[in-house]
T-cell receptor, first 115, second 117 residues
Framework: EAGVVQSPRYKIIEKKQPVAFWCNPI?????LYWYLQNLGQGPELLIRYENEEAVDDSQLPKDRFSAERLKGVDSTLKIQPAELGDSAVYLCASSLGGASTDTQYFGPGTRLTVL | AQTVTQSQPEMSVQEAETVTLSCTYDTSESNYYLFWYKQPPSRQMILVIR??????QNATENRFSVNFQKAAKSFSLKISDSQLGDTAMYFC??????????????FGKGTHLIIQP
């Protein structure tokens, strides 16, 4: 069974440019998460989707970050415009959903460098 | 809000030795889950072991076991017969049970474990 797929793996952009990350969760997983991982830190939740609904986006900086999950499968996380401080690894995770014993499975992440 | 604390930024042991990684957490929730994840240099976060707070028995997965002390809010990971492939960042994580609001994971800052040949 394929795991969580993310692309691109690496992205280098100039500040003030837009950037987008894509995530394809494990087939059948209804819950999808985006996490931000700064260097030397643990991941921090940005947004959680239950199917196509964003049920927790309290930590998403909405002035420049946006996310969508069309048809409740793939998801895209966008930053516009990017700032130097956005350099980090962006992780996507998915879980089955609907039960309290969900285990989250992570993708390989996208390493963003903003110059 | 929950907090997870890992007080050991880095640990180094010899291959085949046993090593214990510490984790403490703070929460007012009664229904929750605790996890240890491993993140090798390749960056893929891999689940090592999971513990349900309502279970008194400590979880075990092959060479990996936990010491869950609910009253002390402690959740340490023991790795027996350590192998070179165990070298990685290890993160302790907390998740509320359903009905407790958002169930994203709250992570500690991680422990960098190095297994020396």
């Amino acid at each position: 069974e394929a795991g969580v797929v993310q692309s691109p793996r690496y992205k280098i952009i100039e500040k003030k440019q837009p950037v987008a990350f894509w995530c394809n969760p494990i087939s059948g997983h209804n819950t999808l998460y985006w996490y931000l991982q700064n260097l030397g830190q643990g991941p921090e939740l940005l947004i959680r989707y239950e199917n196509e609904e964003a049920v927790d986006d309290s930590q998403l900086p909405k002035d420049r970050f946006s996310a969508e999950r069309l048809k409740g499968v793939d998801s895209t996380l966008k930053i516009q415009p990017a700032e130097l401080g956005d350099s980090a690894v962006y992780l996507c995770a998915s879980s089955l959903g609907g039960a309290s014993t969900d285990t989250q499975y992570f993708g390989p992440g996208t390493r963003l460098t903003v110059l | 809000a929950q907090t997870v604390t890992q007080s050991q930024p880095e640990m180094s042991v010899q291959e085949a030795e046993t090593v214990t990684l510490s984790c403490t957490y703070d929460t007012s929730e009664s229904n929750y889950y605790l996890f240890w994840y491993k993140q090798p240099p390749s960056r893929q976060m891999i689940l090592v072991i999971r513990q349900e707070a309502y279970k008194q028995q400590n979880a075990t997965e092959n060479r990996f076991s936990v010491n869950f002390q609910k009253a002390a809010k402690s959740f340490s990971l023991k790795i027996s017969d350590s192998q070179l492939g165990d070298t990685a960042m290890y993160f302790c994580a907390f998740m509320k049970g359903k009905g407790g609001g958002a169930d994203g994971l709250t992570f500690g800052k991680g422990t960098h474990l190095i297994i020396q040949p």
